[in-house]
């Protein structure tokens, strides 16, 4: 039996397979062995071409074990993080990004900062619609604090999806 027209694969002649490649070759971490990057200063955000650029769509990035360092003590802060934005003529490449969220690891900044840090990097490197991002951080010294960004009001017509992470409630 063959499956409907619609749900087959893409000869490599069709355009929709050729419209897959456009871009890719100025991607350097998708399908490398790469590394950590130091810092986050020194990572790198790549970006490829929204093959849907035109389309009011939200992506949406989940980050539930984000780890960074207090710049104070050097103990390890741990967040959930949740990034909504609207693509223009650029999507993200996840690895990268993956990449770039690890370099925080070793990287000593406080809550606030780590989080808006994060949207701005992701702005300038892609120039979405919109974007907002949700820092849940977990609690040290007995406080959980949540950090919250967008860069406007979202688009009109957009279905935005509650980022549905519970406020913290501890043990009980």
Not at 79 to 98: M, Q
Not at 117 to 122: D, G, K, M
């Amino acid at each position: 039996m063959t499956a409907p027209a619609d749900t087959q694969a893409p000869s490599p002649q069709s355009p929709r397979a050729d419209d897959r490649q456009e871009g890719a070759d100025t991607l350097r971490q998708l399908g490398a062995a790469t590394s950590i990057p130091a810092s986050p200063e020194a990572a790198v955000l790549e970006t490829a071409p929204n093959p849907h650029a035109g389309a009011l769509y939200l992506a949406r990035f989940t980050a539930p074990e984000f780890t960074s360092l207090c710049p104070v003590t050097g103990q390890p802060d741990f967040a959930h993080l949740v990034i909504d934005y609207v693509p223009a003529a650029r999507i993200v490449e996840s690895k990268s990004f993956k990449l770039f969220l690890s370099s925080f690891r070793n990287h000593g900044a406080f809550h606030e900062d780590c989080t808006i840090a994060i949207a701005r990097r992701l702005v300038e490197a892609a120039a979405p619609q919109w974007l907002r991002i949700g820092g849940y951080w977990y609690p040290r010294g007995g406080i959980p604090i949540d950090v919250f960004y967008q860069t406007g009001a979202p688009p009109e017509g957009l279905w935005l999806p509650d980022q549905n992470v519970p406020a913290y409630r501890g043990r009980g």
